[in-house]
């Protein structure tokens, strides 16, 4: 019926571009209003210009007046709720289309081109700029990018090469797992592990480091070594300065702190990894002197295969190294949050996981096919705590059409995930963690672009294999062997949005050793 208004207002050279929208995306939200304004005879196609959306203003009054500059993803909902799935907005002279629906994600996302751009002005970018350095697939744009992103995907995309690396990974469980031993033996109460967010943040460290730079860099040793503290810090001193770097204008760079501990964090964490990178630069060249075979892991394919300059490699590593941290470590950190607090929950998994793997053995990658409800915790996980609620795409190849809009190329569209995500219409009692939910059964009715947590298409993540087996297989080893319980002064803890999502405040919880174990 609604194709059938449409047809009968919209010119014929518009409507081919029109028709396939409608017939196959059904934009909720847009349709209505869409199809109204041209069946009451207004055949105008509306712009970036007709969208409702909040002042400059307004935006400075939610983040400084209402203190969401660190609760944007909650404003996510705030807004959606007032304009609904399709809005505008300002930064600096950019106006942006903001996409809080799965089926309008999709339409960007399925015309983002062969060089998908994220962002116009990327602050990671401005640092490489600055320095002259050579950017990561983070970072590059364009042709670059693709080149770039075909060489680092070998080794990290499929699942069968993903497990190559069960055995580093698996190094480094154990070694947490003997960290939080001695944590819980520290504590007045024998069970206790403050600021479980900081530990699984250690842990993540050390595990992709070890894949990436294939060496351990001491993040799970009682003293961290002064060089990996400072680079660990000097992370997490650049995400605290992005927020505030993204949001302030370039002329207030020189009267604000921000911008200056933005670029020094940078340069350490990239001054540590130069070191790393020529540790491994020299050891493969000793071994060539010596005649022997050179084989290695990543960062050896990455040296050795002559694909890459020395200085891509610095840039690459650097880059990945900080996309595999977050999505592991705060991924962890408030599933264990949630099982915690459902101690059902917790106990029907501990027995998948008894039935799955016997008590004398360590799980492998083919172990986690078992576990549909192990996988399941990981994905509603994700869903409620999206570790980037919010990116960004320009569609640069051609125009987007979605109901009587039209979008030129190069359009910025802002991609809400995290009020996607939680939306009533994909997922029933969206703001409950219910990883049931994901096992077979009756089929969800969720849009498959409802919850894309590692993105989707040519820019999905690298390393989401390894991050998902190396979460799954850390999960399993805790659960398996502890049975958590909140703090005794346990309050909700709520999501910050740091660029990614971590806990608002310290996470502590109780590690109850099981008796079968």
């Given amino acids: 019926m609604i194709c059938r208004t449409v047809r009968r207002c919209v010119p014929l050279d518009l409507w081919s571009r029109v028709r396939p929208v409608l017939q196959t995306c059904k934009v909720r939200g847009l349709h209505g209003a869409a199809a109204a304004g041209v069946a ?59 996409i809080a629906d799965p089926a309008i994600l999709e339409v960007v996302l399925r015309q983002e081109g062969k060089y998908p751009m994220r962002t116009e002005i990327d602050h990671w970018r401005l640092h490489r700029e600055l320095r002259k350095l050579s950017c990561g697939p983070f970072t590059e744009q364009g042709e670059k990018w693709h080149a770039l992103r075909t060489i680092l995907n070998h080794r990290m995309l499929k699942p069968k090469e993903a497990k190559t690396y069960v055995g580093s990974i698996n190094e480094v469980i154990t070694d947490f797992m003997a960290r939080l031993q001695d944590l819980r033996q520290q504590s007045p109460d024998g069970h206790t592990v403050t600021d479980m967010a900081n530990e699984l943040y250690r842990f993540a460290f050390e595990g992709v480091s070890y894949i990436v730079f294939e060496t351990r860099i001491g993040c799970l040793e009682k003293t961290i070594p002064a060089e990996t503290q400072k680079f660990i810090d000097s992370i997490g001193q650049m995400f605290r ?71 891509e490699v ?121 990883p049931q939910r994901w096992l077979r059964g009756p089929p969800m009715t969720h849009h498959p672009f409802s919850s894309i947590p590692f993105g989707y298409g040519l820019r999905a993540c690298v390393g989401k294999r390894i991050a998902e087996l ?44 099981r008796t079968s174990v």
């Fill in 241 to 311: 300065s992005l927020v505030y770097v993204a949001y302030l204008p370039p002329w207030m760079r020189p009267i604000l702190p921000y911008w200056e501990r933005y670029i020094e964090a940078w340069d350490n964490v990239f001054d540590f990894g130069k070191k790393l990178v020529d540790k491994k630069m020299s050891e493969i060249q000793t071994r060539l002197e010596r005649g022997e075979e050179v084989q290695g892991e990543y960062l050896t394919y990455l040296l050795s295969s002559g694909k890459l300059s020395v200085a």
């Fill in 470 to 513: 190396e979460m799954h297989l850390a999960l399993f080893r805790i659960i398996r062997t502890f049975e958590v319980k909140p703090d005794v002064k346990a309050e909700n803890v709520r999501s910050m949005s740091r660029i990614v999502l971590t806990p608002s405040k310290k996470l502590n919880l109780r590690f109850m050793e």
């Fill in 40 to 98: 009451e005879g207004d055949k105008k196609v509306k712009t970036i210009e007709d969208l409702p959306g909040p002042s400059t203003l307004t935006d400075l009054y939610w983040y400084f007046i209402r203190g969401y500059l660190l609760r944007t993803h909650e404003l996510q909902l705030i807004y959606k709720k007032r304009f609904g799935s399709l809005w505008k907005s300002r930064n600096g002279q950019s106006q942006m289309v903001n």
């Fill in 314 to 434: 610095y840039g690459s590593v650097c880059e990945l190294l900080l996309a595999g941290v977050d999505t592991t470590s705060n991924t962890l950190c408030w599933s264990l949050y949630h099982l915690a607090r459902d101690p059902q929950l917790q106990q029907t998994l501990y027995h998948e996981m008894m039935e799955a793997v016997p008590l004398d053995r360590v799980p492998v990658a083919d172990d986690i096919t078992h576990m549909p409800l192990l996988r399941a915790v990981i994905k509603e996980t994700l869903r409620l705590y999206p570790v980037v609620p919010t990116n960004a795409r320009y569609v640069t190849e051609k125009e987007v059409v979605m109901g009587d809009y039209i979008f030129p190329k190069n359009t910025f569209f802002v991609l809400n995930h995290y009020s996607i995500s939680r939306d009533e219409a994909n997922f029933k009692d969206p703001e409950r963690f219910y």
